[in-house]
């Protein structure tokens, strides 16, 4: 700095002075006016230097902050799997029709509010009660909370990982499947709803098996005798572990306007 300053007065006509001090309306800190003369040029600096550099400061941690948003919005975006039908899903906008229902919604809630207890749960039960719309806002509110999440339906997981990647994408399966891993929140959505191929129960088990003691939901419309013959028994052992059985069953929601038909 003294380097700086004999170098500036060498070279150019350069000088400076306090003309006032006073307090930081804002911090209270002393803040010196100073007259600056560079090369015939006057240059007042009245600025508080700790207001600054908390101004500064609140901005870097905003932009981090808004780093790590974008990063678990890409991550969901980039790697789930979902329906259109449940992009608007909300716990506000499910409106259980029956007591297993509204438990069912006060379970998947209760999930949010304590999150991460490595836990898991599993909605079992009928078509169109909607399980996947309760798991999509568990997804939703997890990440609101700070977490990563990934919701993926099973059978399209395996449409894609059958089709080896090779126009789909942006990524490779690779990829995929270590999102899927590291995720804090994966829902598997619809397991044991495909045909069960010695390959899908392998691909299967690369999934759950990597997700042992992490923060699991899964829906289904089997009941267990069902689940195993569909998944296995390696990866229904798996699965069940630390896994709350969460009940839906009640009438199809999709087909809410067949009572005015008939
Ligand atoms: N109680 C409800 N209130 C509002 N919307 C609902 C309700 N139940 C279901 N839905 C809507 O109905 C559609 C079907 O629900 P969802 O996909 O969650 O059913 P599901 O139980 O997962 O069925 P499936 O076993 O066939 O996958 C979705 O669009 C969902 O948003
Ligand atoms: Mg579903
Ligand atoms: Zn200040």
Known sequence: MRNLTKMINNTMNFSSHVIKEYKCGK????IRVIRLVINGKVRIANRCKACDDRELEKEALQTYKDLQVSKRERIFNDFSLISDGLKNATFENYHPANQELAEA?????NYVDVFNKYKGLMFVGDYGVGK????????????????TSIFISVPELLTK??????????????ALLTALKNVDLLVLDDIGADY???????????????????NNVYTT????????????????????????????????????NLKIWN
């Open 161 to 174: 990982l059958k089709s080896t990647f090779n126009n789909t994408g942006n990524y490779t399966e690779e």
């Open 196 to 214: 069960p191929t010695d390959w899908a129960i392998s691909k299967l088990f690369e999934v759950i098996n990597s997700r042992i003691g992490k």
């Open 132 to 147: 996947s719309h309760l798991s999509y806002s568990i997804c939703k509110e997890v990440r609101e909370k700070g977490f």
């Open 105 to 109: 919604k006060k379970i998947a809630k």
């Open 27 to 30: 911090c209270g800190e002393l």
């Open 221 to 256: 419309n089997n009941n267990a005798k069902e689940l195993i013959n569909k998944v296995g028994k390696r990866n229904f052992s798996r699965m069940m572990e630390n896994v709350q059985l969460v009940k839906m069953n009640g009438n199809d929601y999709r087909l809410k």
